[in-house]
């Protein structure tokens, strides 16, 4: 996959077809089997994982060139964002055993502030007044959507909470390492190397292994075309956007998740989440309808 110059529209668009991917983690999720549901959280991330290597690394073999001797030329610039997305992959399922759902997505919604914050301090990226109010109308609509399910924070979910605010410190640290470094750096190896990081970290949690031949194969979808893919679509993306940009079009993962849990699953959605979503879909509509407006011009001025 080339990085081409992108409009500012097409970049959205191929972000959001790479969070509509990412959102149907929790709809085939509740199709694996009830055991591994209960039990199996290590070996779900160990294969979704170990999946999405298989699916990067077969692109990387036949559609690019040095195939998987590109992880190698990647500097610690690959290194760094290799490392991001093994955290990312790892850290979500972790907390996910510790703490609830509501809990964890409560934290990672606050990716475009860290995101926002570490841009301006890494890469000096000046940003709008009206991108500071949509993340801070997001992150409204994201603690209004969950905040009637939130469990009380005892140790246990306070550890959850702390794991899964590693989530979006790595997002944040990994698209600025993107825009850092991406005219001279190849970034695509760097998905293969996270997922692979990730699949032997969670391999001694995941013995012995338990998964039948239809977990199997709708955890092969997740690595595939939920984890390995999409994080294709962002790294041409991130060439694109700005770093605080792409961390609030991802907070659309958990609007199409909910969506996918309740045409997929059976999963109502309360009026909070009804309302909290539309808050959410709202804030980045403005943003993207502002930004496309704005670019629009300039190319007429030009």
Same mark, same amino acid.
């Given at each position: !996959?080339?990085?081409?110059?992108?409009?500012?529209?097409?970049?959205?668009?191929?972000?959001?077809?790479?969070?509509?991917?990412?959102?149907?983690?929790?709809?085939?999720?509740?199709?694996?089997?009830?055991?591994?549901?209960?039990?199996g959280r290590f070996e779900i991330?160990?294969?979704?994982?170990?999946?999405?290597?298989?699916?990067?690394?077969?692109?990387?073999?036949?559609?690019?060139?040095?195939?998987?001797?590109?992880?190698? +030329?990647?500097?610690?610039?690959?290194?760094?964002?290799?490392?991001?997305?093994?955290?990312?992959?790892?850290?979500? !399922?972790?907390? $996910?055993?510790?703490?609830? +759902?509501?809990?964890?997505?409560?934290?990672?919604?606050?990716?475009? #502030?860290?995101?926002?914050?570490?841009?301006?301090?890494? &890469?000096?990226?000046?940003?709008g007044l009206r991108t500071w109010?949509?993340?801070?109308?997001?992150?409204?609509?994201?603690?209004?959507?969950?905040?009637?399910?939130?469990?009380?924070?005892?140790?246990?979910?306070?550890?959850? !909470?702390?794991?899964?605010?590693?989530?979006?410190?790595?997002?944040?640290?990994?698209? =600025?390492?993107?825009?850092?470094?991406?005219?001279?750096?190849?970034?695509?190896?760097?998905?293969? #190397?996270?997922?692979?990081?990730?699949?032997?970290?969670? &391999?001694?949690?995941?013995?012995?292994?338990?998964?039948?031949?239809?977990?199997?194969? $709708?955890?092969?979808?997740?690595?595939?075309?939920?984890?390995?893919?999409?994080? !294709?679509?962002?790294v041409v993306v991130a060439r694109?956007?700005?770093?605080?940009?792409?961390?609030?079009?991802?907070? &659309?993962?958990?609007?199409?998740?909910? &969506?996918?849990?309740?045409?997929?699953?059976?999963?109502?959605?309360?009026?909070?989440?009804?309302?909290?979503?539309?808050? =959410?879909?709202?804030?980045?509509?403005?943003?993207? #309808?502002?930004?496309?407006?704005?670019?629009?011009?300039?190319?007429?001025?030009?």
């Amino acid at each position: !996959m080339s990085a081409p110059a992108l409009t500012h529209r097409r970049a959205v668009g191929l972000m959001v077809c790479a969070t509509l991917l990412w959102s149907i983690a929790g709809v085939v999720t509740r199709h694996l089997s009830p055991e591994l549901q209960r039990v199996g959280r290590f070996e779900i991330t160990f294969w979704r994982s170990f999946f999405a290597a298989c699916f990067v690394g077969v692109y990387l073999l036949f559609w690019r060139h040095g195939g998987l001797r590109a992880v190698a +030329t990647g500097g610690w610039p690959g290194v760094i964002s290799g490392l991001c997305w093994a955290t990312m992959y790892s850290a979500f !399922m972790l907390a $996910l055993t510790l703490t609830t +759902t509501a809990n964890t997505l409560v934290v990672l919604s606050v990716g475009p #502030l860290v995101a926002a914050l570490l841009a301006r301090l890494v &890469l000096g990226t000046r940003i709008g007044l009206r991108t500071w109010a949509a993340i801070i109308a997001a992150l409204f609509g994201m603690a209004w959507m969950f905040a009637r399910d939130a469990a009380g924070l005892g140790a246990t979910h306070l550890a959850g !909470m702390m794991i899964a605010f590693a989530v979006p410190l790595a997002a944040a640290i990994n698209l =600025v390492t993107l825009q850092r470094a991406r005219v001279r750096v190849d970034f695509i190896p760097a998905v293969f #190397l996270g997922a692979v990081l990730s699949a032997l970290a969670m &391999l001694p949690f995941a013995v012995p292994l338990q998964s039948g031949p239809r977990d199997i194969t $709708l955890l092969a979808l997740l690595g595939f075309f939920q984890l390995g893919l999409p994080c !294709m679509f962002l790294v041409v993306v991130a060439r694109n956007l700005p770093a605080h940009e792409v961390a609030l079009l991802a907070l &659309l993962e958990v609007v199409f998740g909910t &969506l996918w849990a309740w045409l997929g699953a059976g999963e109502t959605p309360s009026r909070a989440t009804l309302s909290g979503g539309a808050i =959410v879909l709202g804030a980045l509509a403005v943003n993207e #309808l502002a930004a496309t407006r704005r670019e629009a011009t300039s190319n007429a001025a030009a």
